[in-house]
């Protein structure tokens, strides 16, 4: 079982906007501008390293539920950067205010809930679905 997570545990990641990241790396026809998916990811990551160091054993968390909002588009060669606060522990169930931000304003917000699972029980119950 992991250990007890702090309120305001927390970590940031930093990502260049690249044209593998953009709406236009999906699609020629489509904008060069950062994907939605793409940052929301990148506030994934950073949830997830700010809950790893509670984990024990095989344990990582996975995402349950994500609630965000993108605002602004973020062009190539621009930085952009997501922050994951832990907020609330509810049963089993952590809650991470998430934000994400360029070098001129926010881009995108919201809430993200992660839960811990051991990856060796978590990957039997997949292969039992028929992988």
């Not at 990502?15 to 904008?31: A, F, I, K, M």
């Not at 809950?51 to 973020?74: C, F, R, W």
């Not at 952009?80 to 001129?104: C, L, Q, T």
Request: net charge neutral; charged share 25%; aromatic share 6%.
């Amino acid at each position: 079982m992991s250990k007890p997570v702090p309120i305001g545990a927390r970590a940031e990641l930093e990502l260049t906007v690249e044209l593998q990241h953009t709406l236009r790396g999906v699609h020629s026809e489509l904008p060069p501008v950062l994907s939605t998916p793409r940052m929301i990811q990148l506030m994934e990551e950073a949830c997830f390293w700010a809950l790893q160091p509670y984990a024990e054993g095989d344990e990582i968390t996975v995402g349950t539920h994500i609630n965000v909002s993108h605002k602004a588009a973020t062009g190539i060669g621009i930085k952009v950067k997501a922050e994951a606060v832990m907020e609330s522990f509810d049963g089993r169930f952590y809650a991470m205010r998430v934000r994400a931000w360029d070098e001129n304003n926010e881009i995108g917000s919201g809430t993200v809930n992660r839960a811990f699972v051991s990856v060796s029980k978590f990957m039997s119950r997949v292969k039992q679905k028929g992988a």
